[in-house]
T-cell receptor, first 112, second 115 residues
Framework: QKEVEQDPGPLSVPEGAIVSLNCTYS??????FMWYRQYSRKGPELLMY????GNKEDGRFTAQVDKSSKYISLFIRDSQPSDSATYLC????????????FGTGTQLKVEL | DADVTQTPRNRITKTGKRIMLECSQT?????MYWYRQDPGLGLRLIYY???????NKGEISDGYSVSRQAQAKFSLSLESAIPNQTALYFC??????????????FGPGTRLLVL
């Protein structure tokens, strides 16, 4: 079993829809949680960063962490075709040389 | 200019050849990483370096070696390339985004095909 599980998709939604992307994990020592966005033929870019449990909002994006369930989510409101990309969750423990453990990524397509 | 650059961006080589992938960064970060990305497997860490004198193996280091020539430069070598090493390779650097929070910044990737 992988330490971080993520549904690969693909997920196809109409423009304007609310998108929910999720990851589950098994290591209770993870304290820092990130979402990266990766466009085709590009490197991942950091989208959201949260520490421990709770919510964080940035524009149309909301990251949610539920440590008791070992479950993290990324919500995208009013989705746009430009949101079409692969979304990778990543997480790390405190210290540990900032080594990240990644999910395999969910491919999202927002259709006009 | 990009903060993390990788060369070459695309490379085709033959089985048994030695090749080097290069990474440079202008972010001033001490920590640098090499990953490979394969469909369905996500990003897997090959090697990482905390400074010029500190090199560490990641989860899939067999068949690879690295060199940290300077704070800003971190190279990945495939000593004798095999088709199984066909993948997308990313370099990343690590630094703070606010306070003590650290995260990683990725280069654009090198697409490698081993025939």
């Amino acid at each position: 079993q992988k330490e971080v599980e993520q549904d690969p998709g693909p997920l196809s939604v109409p423009e304007g829809a609310i998108v929910s992307l999720n990851c589950t994990y098994s290591n209770s020592a993870f304290q820092y949680f990130m979402w990266y966005r990766q466009y085709s033929r590009k490197g991942p870019e950091l989208l959201m960063y949260t520490y421990s449990s709770g919510n964080k909002e940035d524009g149309r994006f909301t990251a949610q962490v539920d440590k008791s369930s070992k479950y993290i989510s990324l919500f995208i409101r009013d989705s746009q075709p430009s949101d079409s990309a692969t979304y990778l969750c990543a997480m790390r423990i405190t210290g540990g040389g900032n080594k990240l453990t990644f999910g395999t990524g969910t491919q999202l397509k927002v259709e006009l | 200019d990009a903060d993390v650059t990788q060369t070459p961006r695309n490379r085709i080589t033959k089985t048994g050849k030695r090749i080097m992938l290069e990474c440079s960064q202008t972010k001033g970060h001490d920590r640098m990483y090499w990953y490979r990305q394969d469909p369905g497997l996500g990003l897997r860490l090959i090697y990482y370096s905390f400074d010029v004198k500190d090199i560490n193996k990641g989860e899939i280091s067999d068949g690879y070696s690295v060199s940290r020539q300077a704070q800003a430069k971190f190279s990945l070598s495939l000593e004798s390339a095999i088709p199984n090493q066909t993948a997308l390779y990313f370099c990343a650097t690590s630094g703070t985004i606010s306070g003590s929070q650290e995260t990683q910044y990725f280069g654009p990737g090198t697409r490698l095909l081993v025939l």
